[in-house]
């Protein structure tokens, strides 16, 4: 089927085609779409919710109207650091809350809050909502993790975000340093594309 991903991420969306196969993945942008939203929720799924209910109602009166639309949102949650990353992981360390720091800014002010810490004190997760409206009545939920710890150094060219700094304990290897399809294999949001697949097969 035809899905439009709740993004304007390029990345993104190619990530999403490589997991979900043998549908096709659109942008907003792809069917003359205009979709933004303030993603004010107080959890990963509430987000998810939101971004799936502003882009079904951008479609409205439009061509693209009962295309199943797809969001998601992810993020990173440290237990040394609580509060401090979550649903604002990518708002990490920004002076204003708008201004978005590079992912190499961010991975080294997150490496600088740990600095000391020791490998049991570095417990991390990554975890993906997501949400798939077929129409106002039908909606799909599903949320996975994958369990790690953040490293001490970055290590490895793979993936994007906090992967370089992210230890991935079912690959037992720094997230960057997993083959593009690899890291789909034990990513959140590679557990998360097939649970959902499963959900509207």
């Known amino acids: 089927m035809e899905i439009i991903l709740a993004s304007s991420n390029e990345h993104k969306k190619k990530e999403i085609e490589q997991l979900f196969t043998g549908h096709e993945i659109l942008l907003p942008k792809d069917v003359g779409v205009s979709f933004d939203c303030e993603e004010n929720g107080a959890t990963f799924l509430e987000n998810a ?6 882009l079904l109602d951008a479609t409205r009166g439009t061509k693209a109207y009962g295309i199943p639309v797809l969001a998601d949102d992810s993020g990173l949650i440290v237990d040394a650091l609580p509060g401090q990353l979550g649903i ?7 002076p204003d809350g708008k ?4 992912a190499k800014e961010k991975n080294a002010l997150l490496l600088s809050k740990l600095e000391g810490l020791s490998k049991n004190q570095r417990g991390a997760r990554f975890i993906c909502a997501m949400v798939l409206l077929k129409n106002e009545w039908t909606a799909y939920c599903v949320q996975e993790s994958a369990e790690g710890r953040i490293l001490e150094l970055p290590q490895g060219e793979h993936g994007f975000g906090y992967d370089p700094v992210f230890f991935c304990n079912e690959a037992q290897s720094p997230m960057a340093l997993l083959p593009e399809g690899g890291k789909n294999l034990y990513s959140h949001r ?3 594309s097939r649970a959902m697949l499963k959900l509207i097969s």
Do not use: D, E, V
């Open 49 to 54: 919710m939101i971004k799936a209910k502003a």
């Open 88 to 94: 604002k992981t990518a708002r990490f360390g920004s």
């Open 99 to 102: 201004t978005i720091l590079s």
């Open 190 to 192: 590679g557990k998360a």
